[in-house]
């Protein structure tokens, strides 16, 4: 048990959740019309952290209504870009002057360490200045016909109107600026709805949003329970078009509400990513790659690197050194100065992970390390030790299913043609890893991979500018970079005849 004293709670951090949370609409800070409240946990210690409103379908029908009037009517459809873009630079400036605030309201209701928490704020405002460029650059086309007659032929990007946002709780601020920066760039307006778990941030990058300057209703934040709310916004006449980041499951859903009005959909969801380690790569990067590939945010990250596959002849090897590498990481509440691991979310969570390693011992897997709770005084929040599991085949279920907690699953194999076809066995294509020398091997494996993203010895990089998402049931669309530019506007074709 850590005797380390705690990083005290940000001055600003501790006075915002002070209060009970209300809900942005229409630029107004409002309870739920029915006057209902629920509470946010902090999942390191089980401790309320505060209440928040519990929005209904009602809340949701007021918030689309702000946004439409705003797109129809307001302020917002008149805006020049560059008035758009200088909002969105203001928007950075202020999560520059509030990053330790952001990072300790992320640390409070997700649980990871400070440590990475820090990065958030910096990250949301590189991404508000990528998209405050794209304002002033979206362009259409003059197209050459070959009709008779002298006809002037050209599009026109328009934005596609009220865009209604479902985001999920791992990953809850950048989340939330994934779903705004593109949007708000090119003239839509949000109706954004957090996970219940991790409300706080965004109501927090709420705020910031009101002093930043948008006008009342481009922005609405609303807050509740998942299936009532989620439902609302995506069978909503008036919403254009859903974004969502969560479950494959909730997106199949989501995808069924969004086919009875034709909404525009785009989702980012579940992975089961593939990281493959060659015997020729350098054995050190491999190794770390590796560990913080599925063990960073305690495995709760949509693209972790959870399905391993090890070449044959340095397979016992490198599952044993993956193990010692697991036991260094501190686990432990993100704000003691020293932990790399936090807490997973939820007692739900925590007994699902630890489900699925019984499943996997059931199945014949063995636990290399890890593989229970994690007991040394972190008995009230929600601890799980990161685990490797060896002696794993792709077909049982701990490599198939999305596990969503700090458990990798180790799968040796014997040829390029092997672990290629084996890595695309799932019926997931978010991430997938590659760790070699040999240059030529890197590019085949990375094009063979039927998945959005490939990372070749590194993992986890992201970026505004370069687009993000899934092949097969991870999802639809892309976000980042000019694939969200796609995503959140229509092309309009103009023909003028000049005879
Ligand atoms: P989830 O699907 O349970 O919930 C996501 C959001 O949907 C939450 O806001 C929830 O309240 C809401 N919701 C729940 N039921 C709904 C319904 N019937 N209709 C509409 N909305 C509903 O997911 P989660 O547990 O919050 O997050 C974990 C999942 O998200 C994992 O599968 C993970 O891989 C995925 N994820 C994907 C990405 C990506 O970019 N591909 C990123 C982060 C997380």
Same mark, same amino acid.
């Given at each position: 048990?850590?005797? =380390?004293?705690?990083?005290?709670?940000?001055?600003? &951090?501790?006075?915002?959740?002070?209060?009970?949370?209300?809900?942005?609409?229409?630029?107004? $800070?409002?309870?739920?019309?029915?006057?209902? #409240?629920?509470?946010?946990?902090?999942?390191?210690?089980?401790?309320?952290?505060?209440?928040?409103?519990?929005?209904?379908?009602?809340?949701?029908?007021?918030?689309?209504? &702000?946004?439409?009037?705003?797109?129809?009517?307001?302020? $917002?459809?008149?805006?020049?870009?560059?008035?758009?873009?200088?909002?969105?630079?203001?928007?950075?400036?202020?999560?520059?002057?509030?990053?330790?605030?952001?990072?300790?309201?992320?640390?409070?209701?997700?649980?990871?360490?400070?440590?990475?928490?820090?990065?958030?704020?910096?990250?949301?405002?590189?991404?508000?200045?990528?998209?405050?460029?794209?304002?002033?650059?979206?362009?259409?086309?003059?197209?050459?016909?070959?009709?008779?007659?002298?006809?002037?032929?050209?599009?026109?990007?328009?934005?596609?109107?009220?865009?209604?946002a479902i985001n999920p709780w791992n990953g809850p601020?950048m989340s939330a600026?994934m779903k705004?920066?593109?949007?708000?760039?090119?003239?839509?307006?949000?109706?954004?709805k957090p996970a219940?778990? !991790?409300?706080?941030?965004?109501?927090?990058?709420?705020?910031?949003?009101?002093?930043?300057?948008?006008?009342?209703?481009?922005?609405?934040?609303?807050?509740?329970?998942?299936?009532?709310?989620?439902?609302?916004?995506?069978?909503?006449?008036?919403?254009?078009?859903i974004a969502f980041t969560g479950s494959?499951?909730v997106g199949?859903?989501i995808?069924?509400?969004? &086919?009875?009005?034709?909404?525009?959909?785009t989702l980012e969801l579940g992975?089961?990513?593939?990281?493959?380690? +060659?015997?020729?790569?350098?054995?050190?990067?491999?190794?770390?790659?590796?560990?913080?590939?599925?063990?960073?945010?305690?495995?709760?990250?949509c693209?972790?690197?959870?399905?391993?596959?090890?070449?044959?002849?340095?397979?016992?090897? +490198?599952?044993?050194?993956?193990? @010692?590498?697991?036991? !260094?990481?501190?686990?432990?509440?993100?704000?003691?100065?020293?932990? /790399?691991?936090?807490?997973?979310?939820?007692?739900?969570?925590?007994?699902?992970?630890?489900?699925?390693?019984?499943?996997?011992?059931?199945?014949?897997?063995?636990? /290399?390390?890890?593989?229970?709770? &994690?007991?040394?005084?972190? #008995?009230?929040?929600?601890?799980?030790?990161?685990?490797?599991?060896? =002696?794993?085949?792709?077909?049982?279920?701990?490599?198939?299913?999305?596990?969503?907690?700090?458990?990798?699953?180790?799968?040796?194999?014997?040829?390029?043609?092997?672990?290629?076809?084996?890595?695309?066995?799932?019926?997931?294509?978010?991430?997938?890893?590659?760790? !070699?020398?040999?240059?030529?091997?890197?590019?085949?494996?990375?094009?063979?991979?039927?998945?959005?993203?490939? $990372?070749?010895?590194?993992?986890?990089?992201? @970026?505004?500018?370069?687009?993000f998402g899934g092949?097969?049931?991870s999802g /639809?669309?892309?976000e980042?970079?000019?694939?969200?530019?796609?995503?959140?506007?229509?092309?309009?074709?103009? $023909?003028?005849?000049?005879?």
């Amino acid at each position: 048990m850590s005797t =380390n004293t705690l990083i005290p709670l940000n001055r600003n &951090a501790a006075e915002f959740i002070s209060k009970p949370k209300k809900m942005l609409i229409n630029g107004k $800070w409002v309870e739920a019309l029915s006057g209902e #409240t629920s509470q946010t946990y902090n999942p390191a210690t089980g401790e309320v952290i505060t209440s928040v409103a519990k929005g209904g379908k009602e809340d949701i029908d007021r918030a689309v209504n &702000a946004a439409r009037k705003a797109f129809e009517e307001g302020p $917002w459809p008149k805006l020049k870009p560059n008035e758009r873009a200088k909002l969105l630079l203001k928007l950075a400036d202020l999560l520059d002057e509030n990053a330790e605030e952001i990072a300790h309201l992320e640390t409070l209701e997700n649980g990871r360490s400070v440590k990475f928490s820090s990065f958030v704020a910096p990250n949301a405002a590189a991404h508000f200045r990528y998209y405050a460029g794209w304002a002033t650059r979206l362009t259409g086309e003059t197209i050459p016909t070959s009709r008779p007659g002298d006809v002037f032929n050209y599009t026109r990007r328009e934005p596609i109107g009220v865009c209604g946002a479902i985001n999920p709780w791992n990953g809850p601020f950048m989340s939330a600026v994934m779903k705004l920066a593109a949007p708000l760039s090119t003239g839509n307006t949000v109706v954004l709805k957090p996970a219940s778990e !991790t409300p706080l941030g965004t109501l927090r990058l709420g705020e910031l949003i009101q002093e930043a300057g948008f006008p009342d209703g481009v922005v609405n934040i609303v807050t509740g329970p998942g299936t009532t709310l989620g439902n609302a916004l995506t069978l909503h006449p008036e919403v254009d078009k859903i974004a969502f980041t969560g479950s494959t499951d909730v997106g199949k859903q989501i995808m069924k509400n969004c &086919a009875e009005t034709i909404k525009k959909v785009t989702l980012e969801l579940g992975g089961k990513s593939a990281h493959i380690i +060659f015997a020729d790569a350098d054995y050190e990067v491999a190794l770390k790659n590796a560990a913080n590939a599925i063990f960073m945010n305690s495995g709760q990250v949509c693209f972790a690197g959870s399905r391993l596959f090890v070449e044959g002849k340095i397979y016992d090897n +490198f599952v044993a050194d993956l193990a @010692d590498y697991a036991k !260094t990481y501190k686990l432990g509440n993100g704000f003691d100065p020293d932990t /790399i691991l936090g807490p997973v979310i939820s007692a739900k969570q925590k007994q699902s992970v630890l489900n699925y390693i019984d499943i996997g011992k059931s199945e014949g897997a063995e636990v /290399i390390t890890g593989g229970d709770a &994690a007991e040394d005084g972190l #008995t009230q929040g929600y601890y799980v030790k990161p685990t490797v599991l060896g =002696n794993v085949r792709n077909d049982m279920t701990i490599a198939q299913d999305e596990i969503f907690g700090p458990v990798v699953a180790a799968i040796p194999f014997h040829s390029v043609e092997e672990v290629i076809e084996m890595a695309n066995k799932s019926i997931y294509g978010l991430g997938g890893g590659i760790c !070699t020398t040999d240059v030529r091997k890197a590019h085949k494996v990375a094009h063979a991979m039927r998945t959005g993203n490939v $990372w070749v010895n590194t993992y986890s990089l992201v @970026d505004p500018a370069s687009p993000f998402g899934g092949y097969k049931q991870s999802g /639809i669309g892309r976000e980042n970079g000019s694939a969200a530019i796609d995503a959140y506007t229509e092309i309009k074709n103009v $023909w003028i005849n000049l005879d």
